[in-house]
């Protein structure tokens, strides 16, 4: 199975820092890689696939970068509504596999 | 739009078995694979397993085999998550997810499963 680690697995930031969190593969996956959001009670949400494709509706202050078995997601200026805990996912592989999380708070 | 409606919160005793539901609205059903999904309290997100909903093939994370199965219903565009032999550790909710436009991009809204005696 593909190990992902992520990090840092919790982070303190305030409204409009930069955030970047770090993800990294056990193996090369190409570019097979998401990132989605949690907030306390939800569901997650995707906000990016494919390493940098945005998913639909998801603002532009996300971004989505990497390939092979290092990947970033980074939010540009944080607002308010971020705060949250975010996972990457592979997507190259069965079965699929989850980052540890990381929570980004105040 | 889009929908994946998902089943009540169940209590089971260690040892039964549960069915969660998965009903799919809003898509062509027969052309999409649906994924389960499960995070224990507090905890992270574990991938269980996957079945395509044009053929029912399913792949399954090692760690369930034996234990989980996943069926659907097209008459009634739905999936189907059992998971057997339940342990106090299988307490999580549960969620189906669709890939739709991307990997995991729809999801239902969650089934708490809670096992104890």
């Known amino acids: 199975d593909i190990q992902m680690t992520q990090f840092p697995s919790s982070l303190s930031a305030s409204v409009g820092d930069r955030v970047t969190i770090t993800c990294r593969a056990s193996?090369?996956?190409?570019?097979?890689l998401g990132w989605f959001q949690q907030k306390p009670g939800k569901a997650p949400k995707s906000l990016i696939y494919?390493?940098?494709n945005l998913a639909n509706g998801v603002p532009s202050r996300f971004s989505g970068s990497g390939s092979g078995a290092e990947f970033t997601l980074t939010i540009t200026s944080l607002q308010p509504e971020d705060f949250a805990t975010y996972y990457c996912?592979?997507?190259?592989?069965?079965?699929?596999?989850f980052g540890q999380g990381t929570k980004v708070d105040i | 739009q889009v929908q994946l409606v998902q089943s009540g919160a169940e209590v089971k005793k260690p040892g039964a078995s549960v069915k969660a539901s998965c009903k799919a609205s809003?898509?062509?059903?027969?052309?999409?694979?649906i994924h389960w999904v499960r995070q224990a309290p507090g905890q992270g997100l574990e991938w269980m397993g996957i079945?395509?909903?044009?053929?029912?093939?399913?792949i399954y994370a090692q760690k369930f085999e034996g234990r989980l199965t996943v069926t659907l219903d097209a008459s009634t565009t739905s999936v189907y998550m059992e998971l057997t032999s339940l342990r106090p550790e299988d307490t999580a909710i549960y969620y189906c997810?669709?890939?739709?436009?991307?990997?995991?991009?729809?999801w239902g809204q969650g089934t708490l499963v809670t096992v104890s005696s």
């Open positions: 997810a669709l890939d739709y436009d991307a990997p995991l991009d729809v």
């Open positions: 809003g898509f062509p059903f027969s052309a999409y694979f």
């Open positions: 079945i395509s909903l044009s053929d029912a093939a399913t």
């Open positions: 193996q090369g996956i190409r570019n097979y």
């Open positions: 494919g390493a940098s």
């Open positions: 996912l592979q997507h190259k592989t069965y079965p699929r596999t």
